[in-house]
């Protein structure tokens, strides 16, 4: 009898903790969401930059000085988004996000110009920590697979003298 009144508090726990994203995990940017049918922002907007599988969208901020990839997989949703890039100083211009924002900011509050304890400090620890980089891996977690049926998320912070330049995140391609 206490074995099986173990088992039932253990699912229902484990049912409880999966109903929470990791601290880890980064659901979009700027209004536009992972895996979720970005239409009423893009619609009127054909892919404009190039990425090796699927379609992607990019958009510079007002000032010019970064940049956002939406990348798309083959066999996703027409408007949903499956890997966010954020880099500073772009080598190319790009047209202005629809909601012509000065500055880009993930769901979670990271931004181009934080420190590398900023982000870990919004994140939590990371997988993986370099000199100018670290990185977050999230695999077959109960919350990603139940609410986006996404088996592997990923996300890179790139640094330059303890400033972020580029960071990335989202579904690796299945």
Known sequence: MKFILYLIILVFSHSALSDAPPKSFDKGFTGIFLETDNT????????NCKFDIGGAFCFSNTRNN???KFISYPGGIKYGFSYIQVIENPQSKYPLLPSKINHFESANGVTIGM???QVTSILGKPVSSMINSI???LKNN???LNTYNMPIYSAEYRFENDRLIRFEFGFEYP
């Not at 009423?40 to 892919?47: E, F, Q, T, Y």
Request: charged residues 15%; hydrophobic residues 45%; positive net charge.
């Open 115 to 117: 420190s590398k304890l």
């Open 135 to 137: 990185s977050y891996y």
């Open 142 to 144: 109960a919350y990603l």
């Open 40 to 47: 009423k922002k893009l619609a009127s907007i054909a892919h």
């Open 66 to 68: 970064q940049f956002v």
